[in-house]
């Protein structure tokens, strides 16, 4: 109201009622606001199907690009012949563009969703360092593995064996184009004989093609169904695994080693404390994977999110951490014969194949990985390492390098020709390094609920402020009688005081006469 239509007195009350109204919502903003909202976003997380949460979670928005590089054996030929160190050089990366959505959801009542993981992937000629079309020798995994199935069967058994391999496309190694090798496949003349002979012992062919990822590009079911927690009645427990194809655990490792839990990578529990590490499960590792909290910082998108990496215990077999025994398999623990700390051996679910799991290079791993060939860089930990950026508070990852290398461990055999007069070495497969990072969108929607408390918190600062000036004024112009209209006023109340007659005096006067 305009000052020129109050009285002094309603201009009192507006002034010291406005600074008393702005001073005490200041106070309740400053006290209550920041765990007002915190609780309310809380609330607002879970999964369900009509949240926000749920939009993201759905359909991955922010694009992931997987880098392969593929290992070219470069003296295959020779190392066959005579027996020499193997050499390899990585070649790459042949990067993709990874699309991940969650088909099939299936909602239940205990706060879990079930759903199966769709990944489909382009390919992005300008970020790769090769062609699709550059030829890749490498090991010729179909051989080597029935080969290492025969290892120890009887003299006759392993000679027709030998004798079928020989006649029937057996190879050390062959070669083939990178995205023959990676997702297009090519056919197989040992794999189509494989096929043809239907032995119970052996595991089921189910196709004379060979890729690295055969059948994987587009489908749904290959990796099979997840059931998470949502959230819902539990925040702590949002994005946790709770089953995988049915099952609490994997079968592949003993004890806690093989139990499943932690994230699929999508979805984590937020406000947690930043020392706890991160606990992810991503199937073609056949294993949880621990990022242990680095105490680095790092800002994405003027974001501020803490690093989790893997350690040298990562991969560890028990040699570094008794914890990690777990990681061998029993019957290499009732042997003795555990893989040195550094790679995990994946056998129990390859099919027995002596396949490793590790980081790029044989980071961290011992010396008896990378010394049985040429071609590992190990001491490179930019790019060689695993690791995460997240933002604990919503629990928002904010880059991510997903990296690691799949190994063959060939040995020499006197029967097997193929494998005659070899050295014993790990041969390097592929390296896959899935890479992302939020984009601008993403990031403008996590700072605003990153920063609604502070948002609130400093609009409650400024009401008290001006609460605080409102009445400071007020009780200046009081003092000071300096409201608008306050001197006419007072020269009006002097007049009226003055006109006003004495009436103590009059009774006297009168007697006087």
């Known amino acids: 109201m305009c000052c020129k239509c109050c009285g002094v007195t309603q201009q009192k009350v507006w002034v ?8 005490v919502s200041g106070i309740l903003l400053i006290a209550c606001w920041p765990g007002f909202i915190d609780t309310q976003i809380m609330k607002a997380l879970p999964l369900t199907p009509t949240s926000k949460t749920f939009e993201k979670w759905e359909e991955l928005p922010i694009p992931v690009y997987v880098y392969m590089y593929l290992w070219n054996w470069t003296n295959a030929a020779d190392v066959q012949a005579y027996g020499v160190k193997p050499s390899f050089e990585q070649l790459g990366p042949y990067v993709y563009r990874e699309e991940r959505k969650k088909m099939d959801l299936e909602w239940h009542d205990n706060g879990t969703v079930t759903f199966n993981p769709r990944r489909t ?17 490498a090991p ?3 051989s080597l593995a029935a080969s290492n199935q025969m290892r120890n069967s009887n003299a006759f058994i392993k000679f027709m064996f030998n004798q079928a391999l020989n006649n029937n496309g057996g190879n050390l190694f062959v070669t083939h184009t990178a995205v023959e090798w990676l997702f297009d496949s090519f056919y197989d003349e040992f794999l189509h004989y494989a096929m043809t002979l239907n032995n119970p012992l052996a ?13 994987r590009n587009g489908s749904k079911d290959f990796e099979g169904p997840f059931t998470v927690h949502t959230g819902v009645g539990d925040i702590k427990e949002m994005g946790e695994i ?25 979805l984590f529990v937020p406000d947690e404390p ?5 606990t992810i499960f991503i199937p073609d590792t056949c294993r949880i994977i621990n990022l242990e909290f680095t105490g680095e910082s790092e800002t994405i998108q003027g974001i501020e999110g803490w690093k989790y990496e893997i350690t040298p215990s990562t991969f560890d077999n028990g040699q570094v951490n008794a914890n990690m025994r777990c990681w061998c398999p029993v019957e290499k623990q009732l042997n003795n014969e555990c893989p040195a700390s550094g790679a995990t051996d994946l056998g129990p679910c390859a099919e027995g194949v002596p396949m490793y799991l590790s980081a790029d290079h044989f980071m961290y791993a011992d010396e008896s990985y990378g010394n049985t060939i040429n071609g ?3 001491d490179n930990y930019e790019k060689n390492n695993f690791y995460m950026i997240m933002e604990r508070k919503m629990g928002v990852p904010l880059k991510v390098n997903a990296n690691v290398m799949i190994t063959l461990y060939i040995e020499p055999d006197d029967t097997i020709d193929i494998l005659k007069g070899l050295p014993s070495f790990y041969a390097p497969l592929f390296t896959t390094a899935s890479r992302a990072e939020i984009d601008e969108e993403l990031a403008k929607e996590l700072k605003l609920a990153l920063n609604l408390p502070a948002i609130g918190r400093y609009t409650g600062v400024g009401f008290l402020c001006l609460g605080c000036i409102l009445i400071a004024i007020g009780t200046l112009l009081t003092i000071k009688r300096k409201w608008y209209g306050q001197a006419d006023a007072d ?3 002097l007049k009226e005081n003055e006109e006003t007659p004495n009436v103590t005096d009059s009774p006297s006067n009168d007697v006087n006469i």
Not at 204 to 215: G, K, P, Q, R, V
């Open 491 to 493: 020269r009006q109340a």
């Open 121 to 137: 992937w382009f390919w992005e000629e300008e970020l790769s360092g090769g062609k699709q079309s550059d030829l890749i020798t």
């Open 16 to 23: 010291f009622g406005s600074g008393t109204i702005f001073a």
């Open 376 to 378: 590992y860089q190990p």
């Open 274 to 278: 930043k020392e706890k590490a991160l």
């Open 242 to 266: 709770k089953f995988w194809k049915g099952q609490n655990h994997t079968g592949w490792y003993e004890g806690e080693c093989g139990r499943l839990n932690g994230s699929t990578t999508d």
């Open 203 to 215: 595991p089921a062919i189910e196709s004379d093609h060979f890729a690295w990822f055969l059948n």
């Open 140 to 142: 010729h995994l179909p």
